[in-house]
């Protein structure tokens, strides 16, 4: 039998569940004024969009560094008994993979895009008042190679995003299994 120290709960904590909950708000928006923002015409309106949508990115950027931090020092909890005892292997397998491909892409779309915006020569001015970094240097060609890349990333993280959502759906209405309570603000 596991000492009471070594079992391994089966709901996230509070500060996981934030995490989460604050995040997919933020990127599912983030996400929707990327698309906006990108089929307007040259405007200030547009301008005052791209600002935002930079510093909302280095805000998801560092929750996700803590995010990422606080899940290395607080192990996940396993998934139910009978949740294991029915879950084919390719599903445990692709429940894993769709997470670490969730967690690279945190980190990488808004990487992708301070890049591209560093090397367009527009600087990211943190809510307008603290100037980052640039995170590579000007160079338009460089520019015009990355661009691409902060789309294609974003695209591949709402997809997953996608397959993430209907996984729970599955899970919830097909299993009936309460997987998603795992994940449900309330006690832990």
Not at 62 to 69: C, E, F, G, N
């Amino acid at each position: 039998m596991q000492a009471a120290s070594q079992i391994r709960p089966t709901r996230y904590t509070a500060t996981a569940k934030t995490f989460h909950w604050v995040l997919a708000l933020a990127l599912v928006t983030l996400f929707g004024v990327g698309l906006y923002m990108t089929g307007l015409p040259f405007s200030p309106q547009r301008l005052k969009l791209y600002n935002w949508h930079k510093w909302a990115g280095v805000t998801i950027l560092a929750l996700s560094v803590l995010r990422l931090l606080w899940r290395f020092t607080h192990r996940p909890p396993q998934l139910p008994d009978k949740v294991l005892a029915t879950m084919p292997e390719w599903q445990q397998f692709a429940h894993h993979a769709v997470h670490f491909l969730m967690y690279a892409l945190f980190l990488a779309v808004p990487l992708l895009g301070w890049a591209y915006s560093s090397a367009s020569g527009f600087q990211i001015v943190w809510l307008g008042a603290l100037p980052l970094p640039d995170f590579v240097p000007v160079d338009p060609e460089l520019a015009k190679a990355i661009k691409p890349w902060h789309a294609y990333s974003a695209y591949a993280l709402a997809a997953l995003v996608v397959l993430h959502v209907a996984a729970v759906v599955k899970h919830q209405v097909i299993d009936r299994d309460g997987l998603l309570g795992r994940m449900l603000p309330g006690r832990t």
